[in-house]
C-alpha cells in the first residue's frame, strides 16, 4: 500500500464481472465522497473482534490491536497509516484484479493523484483513437463494431479472391490410368487453410485424385489422395526432398515443406511433370 495505490485480498470463488467490479468502485467513491471521519482506536484483540473489526489475511496481532473505524460503515484491525477523512482519498479506480489462492481473489486499485494519472493516460488514449478513427469518444464503440464487421467482409472477399485466382492457376493432368493429378500455388500461409483448400480441390475434381498445395509465402506443402495405391505422406516426403525439404503424414493426407518459398512453383509444376510424377508415385507406392 502507498498513498496513490493500494491492494486488497478478499475471499471469492469466480472472478468479478465488470458489473460487480463497477458496483464497488462506486461504493468505495460513494463513501469517499460523503468526506466521513476516520478514527483510530487501539484495544484488547478480544475487544475489537466482538466490535465486528475485521482481520486481514495472514496477519498475526498481538494482545493490544489498532482498530481502524468509519463510522459504522468499516471496522479492522490495521497498522498502516490511515487519513483522517475519507475524502482525502480524492477517487479510487480499480486496476486489476487476479486470483492469488484457492477461493482468495486480489483487486488493485489506484487512488488520489494515482487515480488522476491514470485517468490522464486513459483519456490520451481515448482522444488520440477518437482523433484516428474520426469519431467523437462517444461514438467509439458503434464505430469500432462496424469497422470489425467491415473488416470480416474484407476478409470473406479475400478468401474468395484467392481461391478463385488459385483454381485459375491450377496445374493439372489426367493420366491415362485414371489418376487425376491437380496441383497449384496459394499466397496464405495458414495450415488449416492450405488443407481446406486442398480439400476442396480434391472434391471438386472427383475420382481418384493426388492434390497437391503449395504456400508461396512458407514454403509450406498439403498433399491429398484418394488413390489407394499412393501414400500421401510418402509422396510429399518425396518431393520436398527433392528441392531439400522434408514432410510425412498418413494414407492420404502428407504436410512438409521447403526452406525457400521461391522453390513452391517450380516444386508444383513437377507434379505434372510425366516423368518426374512416376518416380514420385513409385516412391510414394503403399506397398513399399
Given at each position: 500500500?502507498?498513498?496513490?495505490?493500494?491492494?486488497?485480498?478478499?475471499?471469492?470463488?469466480?472472478?468479478?464481472?465488470?458489473?460487480?467490479?463497477?458496483?464497488?468502485?462506486?461504493?468505495?467513491?460513494?463513501?469517499?465522497?460523503?468526506?466521513?471521519?476516520?478514527?483510530?482506536?487501539?484495544?484488547?484483540?478480544?475487544?475489537?473482534?466482538?466490535?465486528?473489526?475485521?482481520?486481514?489475511?495472514?496477519?498475526?496481532?498481538?494482545?493490544?490491536?489498532?482498530?481502524?473505524?468509519?463510522?459504522?460503515?468499516?471496522?479492522?484491525?490495521?497498522?498502516?497509516?490511515?487519513?483522517?477523512?475519507?475524502?482525502?482519498?480524492?477517487?479510487?479506480?480499480?486496476?486489476?484484479?487476479?486470483?492469488?489462492?484457492?477461493?482468495?481473489?486480489?483487486?488493485?486499485?489506484?487512488?488520489?493523484?494515482?487515480?488522476?494519472?491514470?485517468?490522464?493516460?486513459?483519456?490520451?488514449?481515448?482522444?488520440?483513437?477518437?482523433?484516428?478513427?474520426?469519431?467523437?469518444?462517444?461514438?467509439?464503440?458503434?464505430?469500432?463494431?462496424?469497422?470489425?464487421?467491415?473488416?470480416?467482409?474484407?476478409?470473406?472477399?479475400?478468401?474468395?479472391?484467392?481461391?478463385?485466382?488459385?483454381?485459375?492457376?491450377?496445374?493439372a493432368l489426367d493420366r491415362g490410368d485414371g489418376l487425376k493429378v491437380?496441383?497449384?500455388?496459394?499466397?496464405?500461409?495458414?495450415?488449416?487453410?492450405?488443407?481446406?483448400?486442398?480439400?476442396?480441390?480434391?472434391?471438386?475434381?472427383?475420382?481418384?485424385?493426388?492434390?497437391?498445395?503449395?504456400?508461396?509465402?512458407?514454403?509450406?506443402?498439403?498433399?491429398?489422395?484418394?488413390?489407394?495405391?499412393?501414400?500421401?505422406?510418402?509422396?510429399?516426403?518425396?518431393?520436398?526432398?527433392?528441392?531439400?525439404?522434408?514432410?510425412?503424414?498418413?494414407?492420404?493426407?502428407?504436410?512438409?515443406?521447403?526452406?525457400?518459398?521461391?522453390?513452391?512453383?517450380?516444386?508444383?509444376?513437377?507434379?505434372?511433370?510425366?516423368?518426374?510424377?512416376?518416380?514420385?508415385?513409385?516412391?510414394?507406392?503403399?506397398?513399399?
Open positions: 500500500m502507498a498513498p496513490d495505490r493500494l491492494r486488497f485480498d478478499f475471499v471469492h470463488l469466480a472472478a468479478l464481472t465488470a458489473e460487480q467490479r463497477g458496483a464497488i468502485e462506486r461504493r468505495v467513491n460513494d463513501q469517499i465522497l460523503a468526506d466521513l471521519p476516520v478514527r483510530t482506536r487501539w484495544m484488547s484483540y478480544e475487544e475489537a473482534t466482538r466490535l465486528g473489526a475485521m482481520a486481514l489475511f495472514g496477519e498475526k496481532y498481538g494482545d493490544r490491536v489498532r482498530v481502524i473505524s468509519i463510522d459504522a460503515y468499516s471496522r479492522e484491525l490495521c497498522g498502516g497509516p490511515h487519513l483522517s477523512r475519507t475524502s482525502q482519498a480524492g477517487l479510487f479506480k480499480i486496476t486489476a484484479e487476479s486470483g492469488v489462492a484457492a477461493g482468495v481473489r486480489r483487486i488493485e486499485a489506484v487512488t488520489g493523484r494515482g487515480a488522476y494519472a491514470l485517468m490522464t493516460r486513459q483519456e490520451s488514449i481515448l482522444n488520440a483513437l477518437s482523433h484516428e478513427l474520426n469519431a467523437e469518444p462517444e461514438a467509439l464503440p458503434d464505430r469500432v463494431k462496424r469497422l470489425e464487421e467491415r473488416i470480416a467482409e474484407l476478409e470473406r472477399q479475400v478468401r474468395t479472391q484467392i481461391r478463385e485466382q488459385a483454381l485459375q492457376a491450377d496445374h491437380r496441383s497449384t500455388v496459394v499466397p496464405f500461409s495458414d495450415p488449416g487453410q492450405l488443407r481446406s483448400f486442398a480439400d476442396g480441390l480434391s472434391r471438386m475434381s472427383g475420382g481418384r485424385v493426388l492434390t497437391v498445395v503449395g504456400s508461396e509465402s512458407t514454403g509450406q506443402v498439403i498433399v491429398m489422395t484418394s488413390d489407394p495405391e499412393i501414400h500421401a505422406g510418402k509422396f510429399v516426403e518425396a518431393l520436398t526432398k527433392k528441392h531439400g525439404g522434408g514432410g510425412g503424414g498418413h494414407d492420404r493426407l502428407g504436410q512438409g515443406g521447403v526452406k525457400d518459398p521461391a522453390l513452391v512453383r517450380t516444386l508444383v509444376e513437377d507434379v505434372v511433370t510425366e516423368s518426374v510424377l512416376d518416380d514420385l508415385i513409385r516412391a510414394a507406392k503403399k506397398s513399399r
